[in-house]
């Protein structure tokens, strides 16, 4: 397992952008699946975000296409999560989680990764 410190997290106003880095303790991140999760009050844990260890896939949930990109940053071991448009069904904690040669599958499942950062709170007001 590898250990995920995510930061970024905050207050931002409705139709604002954040931006999440998730800094990953790995000799590479060429070798990790990394994906983003959110879970708001009262409801289940969903994956928002995807991208393979090659970075050349990458997969997003419906409610965030379009307004929310992934990149990272192998030098730097981060990968991000840009948050564009937000509104308050984005507010939640967001947990950066990986996986060993895992890739991306459609609806990011959580099982199919077994490192999890302690997540942080995102709060969009209206």
């Known amino acids: 397992q590898v250990q995920l410190v995510e930061s970024g997290g905050g207050l931002v106003q409705f139709g604002g952008s954040l931006r999440l880095s998730c800094v990953v303790s790995?000799?590479?991140?060429?070798?990790?699946?990394i994906a983003w999760f959110r879970q708001a009050p009262g409801k289940e844990r969903e994956g928002v975000a995807c991208i393979s260890g090659s970075g050349a896939s990458t997969a997003f949930a419906g409610s965030v296409k379009g307004r929310f990109a992934i990149s990272r940053d192998t030098a730097k071991m981060t990968v991000y999560l840009q948050m564009n448009s937000l509104n308050a069904d984005d507010t939640g904690v967001y947990y950066c989680a990986a996986e060993y040669l895992g890739g991306c599958r459609r609806h990011l499942p959580e099982t199919d990764f077994g490192s999890w950062g302690q997540g942080i709170q995102v709060t969009v007001s209206s």
């Open positions: 790995a000799s590479t991140l060429n070798h990790y699946g």
